[in-house]
């Protein structure tokens, strides 16, 4: 498994871990998704920690590997747009969703 993100829905306060298993991927994806799960998590880790520009390094680092990874281009790009536009101080790195 690998964690894909923190969620907040709509009307709830405490989020949700949504997480990709690993096995649905075809045995030829499978092995180089999962050299990279390790920098995807340590990604993630510098993102909540808004520790942006290693954050952006890791995601890349991911996608040299792993070209059309969603949600690590999903992360590049909240992170390059965070890096601008950082989110207010009592961020808690959690993706909220505004409708079900």
Do not use: N
């Not at 009307?11 to 990709?20: C, H, N, R, S, W």
């Not at 390059?80 to 505004?98: K, R, T």
């Amino acid at each position: 498994m690998r964690e894909l993100d923190l969620l907040r829905v709509k009307g709830k306060l405490k989020p949700v871990a949504i997480y990709e298993p690993l096995e649905i991927h075809a045995d030829a994806a499978l092995e180089p998704l999962s050299r990279a799960a390790p920098l995807f998590a340590e990604g993630i880790a510098l993102y909540r920690r808004r520790e942006w520009r290693q954050a952006v390094a890791a995601f890349t680092e991911v996608l040299s590997g792993l070209p059309a990874d969603p949600p690590s281009q999903l992360y590049l790009h909240r992170c390059q747009y965070y890096e601008g536009a950082p989110p207010p101080d009592d961020w808690d790195g959690v993706w909220s969703l505004a409708e079900k």
